[in-house]
């Protein structure tokens, strides 16, 4: 089945101990998306790639950053990750970047911060 | 500003009976009315959507109802089963052509 890998499921850092979250994808989709979920909010957006093109939410802090070497995976990076950082990280991927098209989740890396 | 309300928060229902969730959203251009379900544990995965060029749509027991004029859209579930307890978010695009999720509404269907 096509799907929405993220590893690890569970992370645990200590502040400001560098981490990375996989993503992969076998859909073949154009476009990744990470976003950050933190108890009972709404999923927001982080930042996407639309193939090898990043593209930057205006209010992601700078600790936060993305890499994505081919098309299958993207990974996030938190370089120091802070106590407010603890949250789901959910990956989705979607054809184009339109708003008109179904986003395909991943079950999310839960991280917690020490 | 862009801004998406979503009630309620929380929600109770028998099982069998029916659920309501709305969306209420800001921008007259948005044109796109998705509707996610989000288990313990999963990503949300979409449920059922529709464009602005429909007021209402039906698959089996869910359905959307688009109210263009007021700016909100609604999800109706019926006949309601345990494994419809879940996280339901709304998510209207934007004329800047993004997707904002909604708060989310808890429903738990009780035996």
């Known amino acids: 089945d096509a799907m929405v890998i993220q590893n690890p499921r569970y992370q645990v850092t200590q502040f400001g101990k560098p981490v990375t979250l996989s993503c992969s994808q076998t859909l073949n989709h154009n476009v990744m998306y990470w976003y950050q979920q933190k108890s009972s909010q709404a999923p927001k957006l982080l930042f996407h790639?639309?193939?090898?093109?990043?593209?930057n939410e205006a209010d992601t802090p700078d600790n936060f950053q993305s890499r994505r070497p081919n098309t299958s995976f993207c990974f996030l990076d938190i370089r120091s990750p802070g106590l407010g950082d603890a949250a789901m990280y959910l990956c989705?991927?979607?054809?184009?970047?339109?708003?008109?098209?179904?986003?395909?989740f991943g079950p999310g890396t839960r991280l917690t911060v020490l | 500003g862009e801004n998406v309300e979503q009630h309620p928060s929380t929600l109770s229902v028998q099982e069998g009976d029916s659920a309501v969730i709305k969306c209420t959203y800001s921008?007259?251009?948005?044109?796109?009315f998705p509707w996610y379900k989000q288990e313990l544990g999963k990503g949300p995965q979409l449920i059922i959507d529709?464009?602005?060029?429909?007021g209402e749509k039906k698959d089996q027991r869910i359905a959307v109802t688009l109210n263009k004029t007021a700016k909100h859209f609604s999800l109706h579930i019926t006949e309601t089963q345990p494994e419809d307890s879940a996280v339901y978010f709304c998510a209207p695009n934007f004329r800047d052509d993004k997707i904002i999720f909604g708060k989310g509404t808890r429903l738990h269907i009780l035996p």
């Open positions: 989705a991927t979607s054809r184009d970047p339109s708003s008109y098209n179904e986003q395909f």
């Open positions: 529709i464009r602005s060029n429909v």
């Open positions: 921008d007259s251009a948005s044109n796109y």
């Open positions: 790639y639309y193939d090898k093109d990043f593209n």
